[in-house]
């Protein structure tokens, strides 16, 4: 299983970027996925998740500013960051836990998100 972050970049205080997670396989679709960063010095916290059926929870820190979703077509988990802080400064990685059988999940490779002026 293979999964591929993208969309991280240097964004200001304030802006905008979306993140994509995708997956050859039928991976994604089988799964909740979910968003998750780490940052500098400090443990990988859990950003968003949206179970299989398009149910969403958030951090504290994000609700109202970031958005996760799905589009099991394209095998693509996205998460919309609005209003970027520089706390969100972070490496974010996704990550598939397959509903259909057990398994430890299958995380992406990670995407850096710099917030700075």
């Known amino acids: 299983v293979q999964l591929q972050a993208s969309g991280g970049g240097l964004v200001q205080p304030g802006g905008s970027l979306r993140l994509s997670c995708a997956s050859s396989g039928t991976i994604v679709r089988i799964s909740e996925m979910g968003w998750y960063r780490q940052a500098p010095g400090k443990q990988r916290e859990l950003v968003a998740r949206v179970s299989t059926g398009g149910s969403t929870r958030y951090a504290d820190s994000v609700r109202g500013r970031f958005t996760i979703s799905r589009d099991n077509a394209k095998n693509t988990v996205y998460l919309q960051m609005n209003s970027l802080k520089p706390e969100d400064t972070a490496v974010y990685y996704c990550?598939?836990?397959?509903?259909?059988?057990?398994?430890?999940?299958?995380w992406g490779q990670g995407t850096l998100v710099t917030v700075s002026s």
């Open positions: 990550k598939a836990d397959p509903v259909t059988y057990s398994s430890s999940g299958y």
